[in-house]
Every structure is written in structure tokens, then in C-alpha cells.
């Protein structure tokens, strides 16, 4: 299932600590990704370090890639000659989900800093790479060996400016908006049976040998 969880932990994956660290004072910092609100962002941040935050807030459907109602697959233990139950189940609901990456910094250079790290690991077009058994209950699923895929995304419109002034501070900030190709899976498998009619078709050419098949022309 492509849905938030999983989603969180990718961004935060790219974002998280991977950027250069900063120079404060001749001191070096690492910055930290913080899945929250905006709001919330500053409250954890650790002034003057700067921080990258995380936050979805949005959800459409998309109709357009909604072009397949269900699927049928054979049964695992299909049973010979023919399999008598197969699988049904209906496809995943087409979503498309809205993420805003903010930043925030109190130096200017801090803050060309992150821009730039943003284009570089999120560019206008790409993909998503996920890590998740893909179900709800592995919404937390991480660990190295969790099957992978890849969600496509674009970046939606052009980075907001949010720079504002707090109290004697100077606070910069952007915020880039993606959005993202999900999707909501929460379908089981049914049994469905199937017919047999029981009627065994040969094709080919009987009683002829090659020669005589050859004659024929």
C-alpha cells in the first residue's frame, strides 16, 4: 500500500541528517527532518539549527489511473489438470497525495543551503523509492529486507517564500509542495470457482507423415 506511513519514512529518509551539516559558531550540526505540522516544526527545533519539515496535507482521488476494477489470479495450490478455484480480489483505490517540505534557517546561507539539497534529492520529476510489505499492518515495516517500489511524483507549482521576521529574529523558510502517485489498498482475496467443460481439443495434422504433407502442395 502506497499511503502515508510509508510515504513518511521515505521523505524523511531523504531529508533526515543527509544534508552537509552547518557551521554555528565553528561548531558542526547535523539537520534533522521533522514529520509535523509547520507549526509544530518549531516548537522541536533546536534554535539556531536549522530543520527541514514534513507535512501532508492533502488527498484526491485520481479517476484517470482508476482504470482497472478488480483482478483474477490463479490459486497458489492451483489443483491439475485444471485449477478449481481462483482469486479475486478488487484493485487498489488511485490516489494522489499532497506533501510540502519546508525549510528553516536563521542564516541566509543555511537557507541556500537546504534549497539547493531539496532539488537535488527531490528534482521536479522522479521517483519515490518505497520500503513496505505494502498492507496496512506493515504501514511500519523498515527494515532492510522489506520489499521495495517506486511511487512516482512532481513537484506542483513553484516554492512558496515564507520568510518572516520573529521578534529580533530574521526566520527563513520555503516550502516546496509535491505531489505524489499513491494508492489505497485495503482488498482481500475471495475463492471464486470456475467451469470446466470437459471437452479435450487436439490440433494438428493426423494420419499423414511429413512426405505426405509435403505432397499436398
Known amino acids: 500500500m502506497a499511503y502515508l506511513g510509508p510515504i513518511d519514512v521515505a521523505l524523511k529518509g ?5 544534508m552537509p551539516q552547518v557551521s554555528i559558531e565553528n561548531k558542526l ?7 509535523s505540522a509547520p507549526e509544530e516544526q518549531f516548537a522541536k527545533a533546536v534554535y539556531p539549527i536549522p530543520s527541514f519539515g514534513i507535512h501532508q496535507y492533502d488527498e484526491i482521488p485520481n479517476y484517470e489511473r482508476q482504470y482497472q476494477k478488480e483482478y483474477i489470479t490463479s490459486d497458489a495450490s492451483a489443483e491439475t489438470p485444471y485449477p478449481k478455484t481462483l482469486q479475486k480480489r478488487a484493485a487498489a483505490d488511485k490516489v494522489d497525495l499532497f506533501y510540502q517540505i519546508t525549510t528553516m534557517s536563521y542564516y541566509a546561507q543555511h537557507d541556500r543551503a537546504m534549497q539547493s539539497f531539496i532539488h537535488k534529492v527531490l528534482p521536479q520529476r522522479g521517483r519515490l523509492i518505497i520500503s513496505t510489505a505494502g498492507s496496512f499492518a506493515d504501514d511500519q515495516n523498515t527494515s532492510a529486507d522489506a520489499p521495495q517500489y517506486a511511487l512516482h511524483y512532481y513537484m506542483e507549482g513553484r516554492p512558496q517564500n515564507l520568510d518572516r521576521v520573529n521578534g529580533q529574529y530574521r526566520i527563513f523558510s520555503k516550502a516546496f509542495t509535491f505531489r505524489i502517485l499513491g494508492w489505497i489498498d485495503a482488498a ?4 471464486v470457482g470456475t467451469a470446466y467443460s470437459g471437452v479435450t481439443l487436439k490440433v494438428g495434422i493426423a494420419n499423414a507423415t511429413n512426405d505426405a504433407i509435403a505432397d499436398m502442395g
Open 188 to 191: 482481500t482475496k475471495q475463492a
Open 29 to 35: 550540526y547535523p539537520v534533522p527532518a521533522l514529520i
Open 14 to 18: 531523504l531529508l533526515d541528517g543527509k
